[in-house]
């Protein structure tokens, strides 16, 4: 069978590419449309390294196969900030040092972000139940949780 | 790996046609969560993927004189955000929400966790408390199956090559009905169960307990609906003495294995404190509608 043509929308933008069938969405972000951000950890839906937005549902995106990108909306870590502007989960996770090796990072980012449009102001044990799904194997996740908070506080005051 | 073929049909006909007219290994595909795991592992080499989600009888909830049906493509993230379900079977909410984290659950189906087969499946026991049964369509028609007739023994299910599992039914609730699903795990997130118990029960106006259906997951090759728990309680006003007999049944009905989560003895012994458990917060639930 040849190579599936699919059509997505990635941060907005239309992408089209060609992928195999059994391709996961994290190997085409990352290799085909070079969108490195997203990271590939465990490959198995533990880690949540790879998490991005699908259709405004937080998924693995190892667990999600490229073809069912088809006329989908996707949201990656490209799509959250610029160097220039700064998310304010990005600006606290910087300022508490809320990373350090920065693998685990845009997962959490991406997973944060999700976590506040339902919820603006988390407590920690929301917070951690949360993001059970991604895994730090650096910071103990104390300044993780912190940053969320904070950024949290920021964006409930605008 | 060879070629994998890509299907993602928007009728059950087609996708019957597909996985039965397949001569190789065909994988139904809906969340993806277990699939996509085995697949990337190499622990199968499917020659077809159907992807289910386009077809409109496996997608979304519907709610029809006090029936739940729940369309076996439907993630749980759908079913948690169902206030009306989730006010209804909050145990089977319990069991669901339990398959994984938040980006687990966005994809993830209840179906999936029963058809994967893995005896310590969280949502499985609660749907057998509940009574639940599956809708099956297959090459030879239309068939319909109890939750519990489904998973026959770890990775092997009653599902005949080509058949679907199109949606879960949960039949109408009494008054004074509650169910409860509660398990043991080493961690208290993202972990696998050592015991599971699932409890469902309806009482009377005056209290007493005029049916339930114990369900008991991980502590054998099969999901147990353990009729002398239900015994046990059935008759009784669900009183210290009734739980006792329960918890002392559902230790008894259990046949574990031992491994890395603990060993068949502590398993048989916490079969029954999960299941006393479970009777409380269900007997708790039961009195409050």
């Given at each position: ?9 990635i ?142 506080e ?5 | ?132 049964t599956?809708?099956i ?6 068939r ?32 004074h ?16 169960a050592?015991?599971?118990a ?9 209290g ?32 210290d ?34 299941a ?14």
């Amino acid at each position: 069978m040849a190579k599936a043509h699919v059509t997505t929308t990635i941060n907005g933008d239309e992408y089209e590419f060609l992928c195999e069938p059994q391709q996961s969405l994290v190997d085409v972000l990352r290799n085909e449309l070079r969108l490195s951000g997203t990271k590939e950890g465990c490959s198995t839906g533990d880690c949540g390294a790879c998490s991005v937005m699908m259709d405004g549902r937080l998924v693995c995106s190892c667990l999600v196969l490229a073809v069912e990108a088809e006329g989908k909306e996707v949201e990656t870590i490209e799509g959250m900030g610029t160097a220039d502007d700064l998310h304010p989960l990005q600006k606290r996770f910087l300022e508490i040092n809320g990373l350090q090796c920065g693998i685990c990072t845009p997962g959490i980012l991406v997973a944060a972000k999700a976590l506040l449009e339902e919820n603006d102001n988390p407590t920690e044990s929301e917070i951690r139940y949360w993001l059970a799904g991604n895994l730090c194997r650096c910071t103990g996740y104390d300044k993780v949780i912190r940053s969320v908070q904070a950024a949290a506080e920021d964006m409930r005051k605008g | 790996m060879d070629q994998v073929r890509y299907e993602a049909p928007n009728s059950l006909d087609a996708a019957v046609g597909l996985l039965s007219g397949s001569d190789g290994m065909a994988k139904i595909f809906a969340g993806g969560t277990d699939v996509m795991v085995q697949i990337h592992s190499d622990l199968i080499e499917p020659d077809l993927i159907v992807n289910v989600k386009n077809i409109p009888e496996l997608t979304g909830i519907t709610h029809s004189n006090g029936s739940f049906t729940v369309g076996a493509a439907t993630p749980v993230v759908e079913m948690q955000e169902h206030k009306e379900f989730c006010k209804t079977w909050p145990g089977v909410i319990e069991g669901a929400e339990l398959i994984g984290s938040v980006q687990v659950k966005g994809r993830s189906t209840i179906v999936g966790n029963l058809c994967n087969a893995s005896p310590a499946a969280d949502s499985v026991p609660p749907c057998i408390a509940a009574g639940a049964t599956v809708r099956i369509v297959g090459p030879n028609g239309e068939r319909q199956a109890a939750v519990e007739d489904i998973v026959l023994g770890p990775r092997k299910t009653s599902l005949e090559k080509g058949e679907i599992i199109v949606s879960t039914t949960f039949p109408a609730r009494p008054p004074h009905s509650g169910d409860c699903y509660l398990r043991l795990t080493p961690r208290t997130e993202m972990d696998i169960a050592i015991v599971g118990a699932g409890v469902n029960l309806t009482l009377d106006d005056a209290g007493t307990c005029i049916a339930a259906r114990v369900s008991l997951g991980a502590v054998a090759p099969r999901f147990l609906l353990v009729k002398e728990c239900a015994d046990a309680l059935i008759g009784s006003k669900v009183d210290d003495e009734a739980l006792a007999a329960m918890a002392k049944a559902a230790s008894a009905a259990a046949d574990p294995i031992s491994d890395k989560r603990g060993t068949k003895e502590y398993r048989i012994k916490t079969a029954a404190v999960m299941a006393r458990r479970a009777a409380e917060k269900a007997l708790e639930r039961a009195r409050e509608n």
